[in-house]
C-alpha cells in the first residue's frame, strides 16, 4: 500500500456551464480513487448550509445559488472548492493529502488531524508503515515519531518490545503505554505466561503478537496529558491507537494476497577463540594443555545458530455487503529465529464489518479477530548464574569438545548440545478481541453510542527438561522435570458515549460525554512435575499437560487452590489444600482419592484466580473558534478495584488551547500552517500493581518438588500465608505534565513540522519497599514521597523534494533529547537494581537508584587499569586507601536510557519504482557488557571456559577477581541503518482479473556504526532487580542477536 | 423485523450498561481469604489458619537452615570457621564472602538485610497466631511462643536490637524495640509458655517440630548468652543454674550416643532434639570440588573452606586426614575430624546407598566425612585431579597456587586469586545417604551436655565440667583433657558443634569473635562494632525507634 502518484490532480470534471443565480438542489457523490467517502463534508462557501456524504458517499443539498461554490472537506483529503455554476450534480473526487500535517490521528473517542490537534499526537498509516518481516504492530512505526522509542529486547522471534513514550515516569517496570485496539483497551498485564525451565524459560512475549500487523490501517501516539487525559488513569505513559482496517473503500468485490518470504542470518558476532588459540592460551596462562584438550573442533556459536526462513501470507477480501461494508482476512506467518530451537507461529483471522439501519441512522460496527500464537523458545535466560543460558555457554564451551549431545563436561558447565537436545519450551496463546458499536444519530449533531468489547486469551506455556542419562543445566542426572503455566484471560469493556458536534456562528464545538467499565479477570495454573515416564520431550510436554487436567479434573469443587501427590502418596491419594467459601476454618488440606495417570512420579499444581475492575466518567470539549482559536478540556474520574475507599477514585483533568496563527490576515502567505499549542493535564498510573494490595489476602504457599521428588506442601504440610503486607492508603500515582508546541509548514506544507517542550513530574511513586519489620514476606507496595521528573525536546521535520508525476522524494527527520531525574527521595532509601549475572556474580548489580540521579544510573566500582601483577586495581571513594570493588562503589556519571532518539527515513518513488529507506539512532547511553563480565577474562580461560580473542592481550593475571566496575561500561551510541526496501508495480493493463501487482525486495538491520565492543549496543536483558522491584535496562548479557534479513515479496489485488 | 431485532439489540444493551453500571468495585473473595482493613488501618482480625500459619512459620525456618548464605554464612563465615576464597571467577559475588571472612561488612550486607526481614517476618505471624482472635489451641500457641521466642532470640543475638509489632494496629505504625533484659526478659516469657504448653519428645518424627525440650533448649541457649545480651559482663549464677536445671531436664530424655558421623542421617538417634526439613545438600556440595562425585545431584560448587587453624584444634597429622581401607583413621585423627577415603565403598557394602551411574560403586563413598585434606580419590582409588589437570590436592593455605609450599601452605596467602585447590573442606552430612535429603540437625544433646559444662564452669565448678567434656570426649574417641579452662570450652564446642549454626555466638561469648585469624582484615581486629551487625539501612528510614548499632 504505497502512496501512488496517479492521484495527480484534483479531478475537478465539468466545471463549465451556465452561471445562474436561481436557487437550486445539487446532489452528487464524494469519493477518492478507491471509492466512495461517507461522512465528507459539503458546505457553501461563506453560509452555514451544509451536509455530510452518506454511506455510500451521496449528499443532496438544497437551496444552493447557481453561482456559489462548495467546499467539500474530510480528514485526511486536501479540501476542494468547486464553482456550481448551475449544475445540478456535482460528483467529486477528493485527493489524498501527502502532508504529514493533513495526517488523521484517532484520538480517545474520536478523530482529528495533527493540523487540528491542541495536543502533542502523531499517527503513522499503513503507508508509512515500516516494511519487512514484521513480527509486530511496534515496529510498524518504529524510528517514525519523534519522542517515541522502540527497542525490541532481544532478536528473538515474538519477544517483548519497549515502547516508551517520553521517557520512563515510573520507577518500578510500568512504563508501557496503554495500547486501544478498535477502541477497546488492552489489559496492561502479559497474556503469555512465562514458565522456568532448565535455564530459565520462555522471555517475556509481545502483549501485541495476537495482531496481524498487516491488519493495521494506523497507528496514532497520543503523547501528552492533555492528549491522553480522556484515558485518565491508564494515560500517564502515553496512549498507542490502533486501527485496523475496514473494507469501506472497496466499491467492488477486492481481493489482496500478499506473501512474502524472508532470510535471517546473525549480523554481527564476537570474535571467539578457536581450538588453537584456545589451547596456545591455556598453556600461556600454566593451565594444563593437555587436560583442556576433548579433541575435537567445535565452533559452538556456529552450532546452536542458524540461518534462518522465514514466511508470511495474507489474504484479504473486501466488499460492499448490504447496506455497508465487510473486510475479512486471513493471515499466517511463520517465523524462525537465527538460533535453533527458536520459532514464532501466527495464525490470524479478521472480519470487520459495518452496517446501517433506520435511514443510516444506526450504524453497527463490528471488529472480530481470532488468533493463534505458537512460540518456541530455545533455553536462553538472562538471569543464568553461572552455568549461562544456551547462549552464555555456546561463547564459553570449550572449542575442542565434541559437538555431541551424549558428551558431558566436567565441573557443571553446561555442552550446548546437551541443552538443545535435552529441553523444550512450548507455548500457544489462543486470542479473540471482539468489538461491537452501535451507534445512533439521535438528532443533527448528536450521537449516542454502545461499546462493547471481549477480549480473551487462554495461553499454555510448558517447558521440559531431559535430564534421565545426562544432567542439564540445573536439572540432576537421573531426574525429568517439567513447569507449565496456563493463563486465562478475559477482559470486557463496556462503553457508552453521548457526542455532540453543531456549530454556532463561528463556533465550533464538540463535546462528548461518556462512562466505561472494564473489568479484567486472570485465572491460571501453575504446575511442576517430575520423574516422567518417557524421556522424549514432546511426549513429556504431553503427559505433564495430560497429568495436570486428569488429576484436576477428578477433584470434586472449585474451591481447590492446590493439588499434588508425590512417591509417597499412596494408591490414588492426592494432596488438596481448598480454600472454602464460608465457614471458621476455611483452609482445608485433606487426602482425597483422585485420578492419577501414572505418567509422572510427582505432581504439584497452585491455582489463582482474581478479577480487577475499572469504572470510569469522562468528558470533553472541543472548541473551535473562527477556526483560528482551538480549545479542548477533558475531565475523567477514574475508580479502581486495586485501591482501598479512601483512594478508589482518581480524577484526571487537563486542558489546552492551540492558535491557527497561520489563519490570520496578519500572517501572510509565509506559512501554510503556524499552529502554537499549549496544554496540561494530570494522569494516572495503576498498571502491574497486582490484585488488591490493599485488603490482606491468605492463601496457601506455593509449590514446589525438590531434588527427592517430594512435593512440598505434602512433606511439611502447607503453609498459609499473607501474599503480601497490606496497604490501605495505596493510591494512584499521578503525573502532572505540561506540553507546548509549535507546528508549521511552508510552501502548501511540502515542508513542515512540529517542535514540542514538554515536562512531566510523577508523584506518589509505587513501588515495594520492605515494610518496617517485623513484617510480611515480601515487601509493601507504597506510595514513595518521591518524584521523576521528565523533561524534553521533540522536533519533526518532513520534507517533499519533488512532487511530480514521473517521481516523488520526500524525507522524514524526527529527533528527539530526554532527561530524567529522582528528586525527593529518602536517602536512606535506595534500590539495587540491573544485576550482573555468571560466574561469581551472585548478588552483583551494576545500578542503583537513589535521590538526585536519573532512572538506570550505573553504579560501580571504577576501574583503574591492572596493577604490575595483573590484578585489576579501582579508585578508592571511601579513603581507606584500597580501592576495593565492593566497598568503593559510587555513581559513574552514566546511565541507561538514551538522551538523543533520532530517526530518518527516505522514501522515492519513480514511475513504477519506489525506494524507501530508514536509519535510526541513539545516542547519549550507556551499556554493561554484562556477558564480557561473566566470560571473557582470564579467570575464565584458566576454568577451561573460551573467551574472545582480545583476552589474550589482557594484562589481566589469571584469576583476578572479576567484580563489576566501569571496566565493562561502555558507551553504546549507535546509527542503524535498520530498513532498505525497493518495490516495482508491474504495469497492468487494466483488462485481467489483476487489478495491481507489486513486487518487493527488502533488507533489515542491514549495518550498525557503533563503538561499543559486544554484539549489539540496543539491548535490554532483564537480569533481575535482586528483590528492589526496580527494572533493569541497558545490561547486555547473552542476548539473543538481531538477525540481518532479506525479504522478498509479492502483493496482488484482483 | 430487523428492526426488531435491533431494538432487542439496543434494549439488550442498555439493559447491560444499567446492569454493570455504578459498580461499587469491590473485591471478591475469588482464591483467597481477604479482610479489609477497619478504621484505624489495621487488616488483622485473626489467622484464618492457624496450623497453616505455623506450618508456613516452620518452612521460614527450614528456608533458612537450608542455604549456606543468610543465617548460615552470618553465623559460620564471619567466624573461624570457614572461608569462601575467590577462586577464578568463581565466588567473588560481589564481594559477599569476602567481607564477611574479612569484617568488613556494612548495612547494605545483603545477607544482612535478608536475615532480618525473614526472621522478623516469623515474629510477626507468630503473635498473629498467639493473639487470642486467631482462637488457636493451647498446644498451638505453644508452638507459636517456641516459634516466636527463636525468631527472636536470633534477632538479638544477631543485632541486638528486636522491633516488636503490636498485631492489632495498623501495618503503617512503628514497631517498639526491644534490648537488653527487655528483649531477654520477653523471649523468656515465651519459652516458659512454650515449656508448659509443648508436649514432650516422642518418636523421631515428632521432633521437627518443637517439643518441650527444644523449648528447653532454647531457653538454655537464652540464658547461657543473656550477660551478652544484658552487656553484664559475667554470667549471672542464677541464669547459670537455670541451664544447669534445663539441661538436666532435657536429658531425661536424651542422651549422647557414640558413632558421631551417624547423628547428621534421617535416621533415629538419642541425641537429636529438633530437626527441621531443610535440605542437606548446600551443606555437603558448597564445599566439594567439581570433580567429586560428579554423577551425583547437585555436584561440587568448591566454594567453602575452612582455615588451617580450625582443622588443628583436633588431635591428628597436620598434613593428611586419611581414612585406610577399613575406613578406620589411618593418620592419628579422632573420630570428629574424620577422613579422607582412599577409594568408594561398594554399593553392597552401604545399606541406604544408591548406586545412579552403575559402576558398583556407592554414589558419593569415596568423598569421605568431616576435614578433607591432601589428595582426593576416585572411586577405584585413582587420584582426583581438578579442571587444570593437576592433583585435586586440599590445601591448608590459601592464595596464588605459586606461592604454595610443599605442606600446603601458602607463603602469602590471599582470599582471591585463588586455585580451585586451595582449602581444607569441610562435610559432615554425607551424600552416601542422599545429597539432597531434608533433614537437618537445629538442637542436639551434645550442644546441651556441653552448655552445662560450661554453665558449672562459669559457676566456678570446673571440676564437674572436666567430668561432663571428658565424658564426651570419651565417647568420640579423643582423649581425655586432665583439665579445663574457658579455651578449652571453646575449642571443644568447636570440634563437636563445626558447621551446626552456633559458632559466632561462642565465640562472642567467650570473647573472641574480634580476634583476628587467617585473612581477617587487620583494622577490624579488635573492634567490637562486628559483634552486632547494623540495622539494614532501609528499616532506619521505615521505623524511627530503630537506632544503628555504633560505628555503622
Not at chain 1, 452496517?355 to 530455545?378: F, G, M, P
Not at chain 1, 510448558?462 to 545426562?470: F, G, L, Q, R, W
Not at chain 1, 507449565?484 to 454556532?504: D, H, P, V
Not at chain 2, 580419590?377 to 592433583?391: H, K, V
Amino acid at each position: 500500500m504505497k502512496i501512488t502518484l496517479r492521484k495527480g490532480l484534483l479531478l475537478f470534471a465539468a466545471i463549465l456551464g451556465m452561471a445562474s443565480a436561481q436557487a437550486q438542489t445539487v446532489s452528487g457523490t464524494i469519493s477518492d480513487a478507491n471509492g466512495p467517502l461517507p461522512g465528507a463534508s459539503v458546505l457553501v462557501k461563506g453560509t452555514t448550509n451544509g451536509t455530510q456524504s452518506d454511506f455510500d458517499g451521496n449528499y443532496s443539498l438544497s437551496n444552493v445559488s447557481g453561482d456559489a461554490t462548495l467546499v467539500v472537506s474530510y480528514i485526511g483529503f486536501k479540501t476542494a472548492e468547486i464553482s456550481v455554476n448551475g449544475r445540478s450534480t456535482i460528483n467529486v473526487v477528493l485527493e489524498e493529502d501527502l502532508q504529514a500535517l493533513d495526517e488523521v490521528v484517532i484520538i480517545g473517542y474520536g478523530a482529528t488531524t495533527v493540523k487540528d490537534a491542541t495536543g502533542a499526537v502523531a499517527a503513522v498509516t499503513s503507508d508509512d508503515f515500516n516494511v519487512g518481516a514484521i513480527a509486530s504492530p511496534e515496529q510498524l512505526i518504529q524510528g517514525k515519531v519523534a519522542g517515541v522509542q522502540i527497542s525490541s529486547n532481544s532478536g528473538e522471534p515474538g519477544a517483548g518490545i519497549a515502547l516508551n513514550i517520553r521517557g520512563s515516569n515510573s520507577i518500578r517496570s510500568n512504563n508501557n503505554p496503554l495500547y486501544v485496539v478498535d477502541g477497546v483497551p488492552l489489559s496492561g498485564e502479559s497474556n503469555v505466561p512465562t514458565i522456568g525451565g532448565a535455564t530459565g524459560g520462555n522471555s517475556a512475549r509481545n502483549p501485541l503478537n495476537f495482531i496481524n500487523p498487516n491488519d493495521i490501517e494506523s497507528i496514532s501516539i497520543l503523547k501528552d496529558a492533555s492528549a491522553t487525559a480522556i484515558y485518565g488513569s491508564r494515560g500517564a505513559n502515553g496512549v498507542v491507537i490502533i486501527t485496523t482496517k475496514s473494507g469501506k473503500t472497496a466499491n467492488e468485490p477486492t481481493i489482496e494476497y500478499s506473501s512474502s518470504l524472508s532470510v535471517s542470518s546473525l549480523a554481527n558476532g564476537l570474535d571467539l577463540l578457536d581450538r588453537d588459540q584456545f589451547l596456545a592460551l591455556v598453556g600461556n596462562v600454566g593451565g594444563d594443555v593437555q587436560a583442556a584438550d576433548a579433541g575435537a573442533n567445535t565452533d559452538w556459536v556456529d552450532y546452536i545458530s542458524r540461518t534462518a526462513a522465514s514466511q508470511n501470507q495474507n489474504i484479504s477480501y473486501s466488499s460492499k455487503l448490504g447496506n455497508g461494508h465487510i473486510r475479512a482476512t486471513l493471515g499466517y506467518g511463520k517465523q524462525f529465529g537465527i538460533i535453533k530451537n527458536s520459532s514464532f507461529e501466527r495464525i490470524t483471522g479478521r472480519i470487520n464489518a459495518t452496517q446501517r439501519y433506520l435511514d443510516d441512522k444506526l450504524t453497527l460496527n463490528v471488529q472480530a479477530s481470532v488468533s493463534r500464537v505458537n512460540d518456541e523458545a530455545a533455553p536462553l535466560s538472562s538471569t543464568a548464574g553461572f552455568r549461562g543460558d544456551l547462549i552464555g555457554a555456546a561463547y564459553s564451551a570449550n572449542p575442542t569438545w565434541p559437538a555431541d549431545p551424549n558428551y558431558l563436561p566436567g565441573g557443571s558447565l553446561i555442552n550446548p548440545a546437551v541443552l538443545l537436545t535435552r529441553t523444550q519450551t512450548l507455548t500457544n496463546t489462543e486470542r479473540a478481541l471482539l468489538n461491537a458499536s452501535l451507534e445512533y444519530e439521535i438528532a443533527d449533531g448528536l450521537k449516542a453510542k454502545v461499546n462493547a468489547g471481549y477480549d480473551e486469551s487462554r495461553s499454555l506455556a510448558a517447558s521440559v527438561t531431559n535430564a534421565s542419562d545426562i544432567a542439564v543445566a540445573g536439572v540432576n542426572q537421573g531426574q525429568t522435570r517439567g513447569n507449565m503455566q496456563a493463563i486465562e484471560f478475559t477482559n470486557r469493556l463496556l462503553e457508552a458515549t453521548l457526542s455532540y458536534n453543531k456549530t454556532f456562528g463561528a463556533v465550533n464545538v464538540d463535546a462528548l460525554a461518556g462512562y466505561s467499565f472494564q473489568s479484567f479477570a486472570r485465572s491460571g495454573t501453575f504446575a511442576t512435575a517430575a520423574g516422567f515416564a518417557s524421556n522424549d520431550l514432546s511426549t513429556m510436554r504431553d503427559q505433564l499437560i495430560n497429568s495436570t487436567r486428569t488429576t484436576r479434573n477428578s477433584l470434586q469443587g472449585e474451591n481447590f487452590q492446590q493439588f499434588g501427590y508425590d512417591p509417597s502418596s499412596a494408591g490414588s491419594n492426592v494432596v488438596v489444600n481448598s480454600i472454602l467459601p464460608t465457614g471458621d476454618n476455611r483452609f482445608i488440606s485433606e487426602t482425597v482419592r483422585g485420578d492419577k495417570t501414572g505418567l509422572v512420579a510427582a505432581l504439584a499444581a497452585d491455582r489463582f484466580n482474581v478479577v480487577d475492575d475499572i469504572q470510569s466518567y469522562f468528558a470533553r470539549v472541543n472548541l473551535t473558534i473562527a477556526d483560528k482559536y482551538l480549545v479542548t478540556g477533558t475531565m475523567r474520574a477514574d475508580g479502581s478495584s486495586r485501591f482501598g475507599p479512601a483512594n478508589q477514585y482518581g480524577y484526571f483533568p487537563s486542558g489546552a488551547v492551540a492558535w491557527k496563527l497561520s489563519e490570520e490576515d496578519f500572517m501572510g502567505d509565509a506559512f501554510s500552517t503556524l499552529k502554537l499549542r499549549a496544554g496540561a493535564g494530570v494522569t494516572g498510573n495503576q498498571e502491574g500493581l497486582g490484585h488488591a494490595l490493599y485488603l490482606r489476602r491468605e492463601r496457601f504457599g506455593g509449590v514446589g518438588i525438590s531434588d527427592n521428588y517430594d512435593v512440598n506442601f505434602i512433606i511439611n504440610g502447607p503453609g498459609v500465608n499473607v501474599v503480601s503486607n497490606p496497604n490501605p492508603d495505596l493510591k494512584w500515582e499521578s503525573t502532572i505534565s505540561y506540553n507546548a508546541g509549535i507546528d508549521f509548514g511552508f510552501n502548501d506544507d511540502k515542508f513542515s513540522g512540529s517542535l514540542d517542550v514538554y515536562q512531566s513530574n510523577t508523584d506518589d511513586q509505587i513501588i515495594g519497599l520492605p515494610a518496617a519489620a517485623p513484617a510480611f514476606g515480601g515487601s509493601i507496595i507504597l506510595n514513595l514521597p518521591a518524584e521523576i521528573e521528565n523533561k524534553g525536546v521533540e522536533l519533526a521535520l518532513n520534507n517533499i523534494w519533488a512532487s511530480t508525476e514521473d517521481m516523488t522524494f520526500s524525507t522524514a527527520f524526527n529527533i528527539s533529547y530526554n532527561e530524567n531525574i529522582v528528586t525527593g527521595l529518602n536517602e536512606n532509601i535506595y534500590f539495587e537494581t540491573g544485576a550482573v549475572n555468571g560466574p561469581g556474580l551472585s548478588g552483583a548489580y551494576a545500578q542503583r537508584l537513589s535521590n538526585n540521579v536519573p532512572l538506570f544510573s550505573f553504579y560501580m566500582a571504577e576501574f583503574t587499569g591492572f596493577d604490575s601483577s595483573g590484578f585489576p586495581t579501582y579508585a578508592d571513594v571511601d579513603g581507606n586507601g584500597v580501592g576495593d570493588p565492593d566497598a568503593d562503589k559510587k555513581y559513574v556519571d552514566a546511565d541507561a536510557l538514551p538522551d538523543v532518539n533520532a530517526g530518518l527515513s527516505l522514501n522515492m518513488t519513480y514511475k513504477n519504482w519506489d525506494f524507501s529507506s530508514y536509519f535510526t539512532g541513539q545516542f547519549g547511553f550507556y551499556v554493561y557488557n554484562g556477558t564480557a563480565n561473566a566470560y571473557f577474562t582470564k579467570a575464565n580461560i584458566v576454568t577451561s571456559r573460551n573467551v574472545t580473542t582480545n583476552v589474550f592481550n589482557e594484562p589481566e593475571a589469571v584469576g583476578s577477581s572479576l567484580a563489576v566496575s566501569t571496566r565493562f561500561l561502555e558507551k553504546g551510541d549507535f546509527i542503524r541503518w535498520q530498513n532498505a526496501s525497493i518495490g516495482y508495480n508491474v504495469p497492468l493493463s487494466g483488462d485481467g482479473v489483476l487489478d495491481n501487482l507489486r513486487l518487493s525486495l527488502t533488507g533489515q538491520n542491514l549495518l550498525l556504526f557503533t563503538d561499543y565492543s559486544g554484539v549489539d549496543p540496543e539491548v535490554s536483558a532483564a537480569t533481575g532487580d535482586l528483590g528492589s522491584g526496580v527494572p533493569t535496562s541497558g545490561i547486555d548479557y547473552n542476548s539473543f542477536p538481531r538477525p540481518r534479513t532479506i525479504t522478498f515479496g509479492i502483493n496482488a489485488r484482483f | 423485523m430487523r428492526t426488531n431485532r435491533l431494538n432487542l439489540f439496543l434494549s439488550l444493551s442498555a439493559a447491560a450498561l444499567v446492569a454493570v453500571s455504578c459498580t461499587d468495585l469491590e473485591v471478591t473473595e475469588t482464591d483467597s481469604v481477604i479482610t479489609p482493613a477497619d478504621a484505624n488501618g489495621s487488616t488483622f482480625v485473626g489467622v484464618a489458619d492457624v496450623d497453616g500459619a505455623l506450618n508456613a512459620g516452620y518452612g521460614t525456618i527450614n528456608g533458612l537452615y537450608t542455604d549456606q548464605a543468610g543465617y548460615y554464612a552470618l553465623q559460620e563465615v564471619t567466624a573461624d570457621s570457614y572461608l569462601i576464597p575467590t577462586r577464578g571467577s568463581d565466588w567473588g559475588d560481589n564481594g559477599l564472602w569476602r567481607q564477611l571472612h574479612q569484617h568488613e561488612w556494612n548495612a547494605t550486607q545483603a545477607f544482612v538485610g535478608g536475615v532480618w526481614g525473614g526472621v522478623n517476618g516469623l515474629q510477626l505471624i507468630m503473635s498473629e497466631v498467639i493473639d487470642p482472635q486467631s482462637n488457636a489451641s493451647s498446644t498451638q500457641k505453644a508452638q507459636a511462643h517456641f516459634i516466636r521466642a527463636w525468631s527472636m532470640l536470633t534477632i538479638l543475638d544477631l543485632f541486638g536490637q528486636v522491633p516488636v509489632r503490636d498485631v492489632t494496629l495498623a501495618l503503617a505504625s512503628f514497631p517498639e524495640v526491644l534490648t537488653g533484659a527487655d528483649a531477654v526478659a520477653f523471649i523468656a516469657g515465651d519459652l516458659d509458655a512454650a515449656i508448659s504448653g509443648l508436649p514432650a519428645a516422642s518418636d523421631f518424627a515428632s521432633r521437627e517440630k518443637a517439643t518441650k525440650e527444644a523449648a528447653q533448649f532454647l531457653k538454655a541457649r537464652l540464658m547461657l548468652n543473656k550477660h551478652i545480651y544484658t552487656n553484664a559482663g559475667a554470667a549471672d549464677a542464677s541464669d547459670m543454674a537455670a541451664v544447669i536445671s534445663l539441661v538436666d531436664a532435657i536429658g531425661g530424655s536424651h542422651s549422647l550416643q557414640a558413632g558421631y558421623f551417624d547423628l547428621f542421617r534421617d535416621t533415629a538417634d538419642s541425641e537429636t532434639i529438633w530437626w527441621v526439613g531443610a535440605s542437606v545438600g548446600n551443606n555437603i556440595w558448597n564445599g566439594m570440588h567439581y570433580n567429586q562425585a560428579p554423577e551425583m545431584a547437585g555436584g561440587g560448587w568448591n566454594g567453602f573452606s575452612t582455615l588451617a587453624e580450625y582443622y588443628d584444634l583436633f588431635e591428628g597429622d597436620a598434613f593428611s586426614n586419611n581414612l585406610d581401607e577399613m575406613g578406620m583413621a589411618a593418620d592419628g585423627q579422632e573420630e570428629r575430624r574424620g577422613g579422607v577415603p582412599q577409594a568408594g565403598s561398594l554399593i553392597g557394602d552401604i545399606p541406604g546407598g544408591s548406586d545412579g551411574n552403575g559402576d558398583g560403586y556407592a554414589d558419593g563413598s569415596n568423598i569421605g566425612n568431616g576435614f578433607l585434606i591432601g589428595q582426593q580419590y576416585d572411586y577405584d582409588g585413582t587420584p582426583l585431579q581438578q579442571r587444570q589437570g593437576r592433583p585435586l590436592n586440599f590445601t591448608r593455605g590459601f592464595g596464588q597456587f605459586s606461592n604454595l609450599d610443599a605442606n600446603g601452605n601458602n607463603t602469602s596467602p590471599e582470599l582471591i586469586n585463588n586455585p580451585e585447590e586451595t582449602g581444607i573442606r569441610v562435610i559432615k552430612y554425607s551424600p552416601v545417604y542422599g545429597a539432597f535429603t531434608p533433614h537437618k540437625i537445629a538442637f542436639r544433646y551434645a550442644d546441651a551436655h556441653l552448655m552445662k559444662a560450661e554453665a558449672l564452669h562459669r559457676s566456678g565448678n570446673s571440676g564437674q565440667a572436666l567430668t561432663l567434656v571428658n565424658e564426651l570426649r570419651a565417647i568420640r574417641g579423643a582423649q581425655a583433657l586432665g583439665s579445663i579452662s574457658d579455651q578449652d570450652l571453646l575449642d571443644e564446642r568447636a570440634r563437636e558443634l563445626y558447621g551446626e549454626f552456633v559458632r559466632r555466638t561462642d565465640m562472642i561469648r567467650f570473647g573472641q569473635y574480634t580476634r583476628g585469624w587467617e585473612l581477617k582484615a587487620s583494622a577490624s581486629v579488635g573492634d567490637t562494632k562486628w559483634n552486632k551487625f547494623p540495622i539494614p539501612l532501609a528499616q532506619l528510614a521505615l521505623n524511627p525507634n530503630l537506632t544503628q548499632n555504633p560505628g555503622y
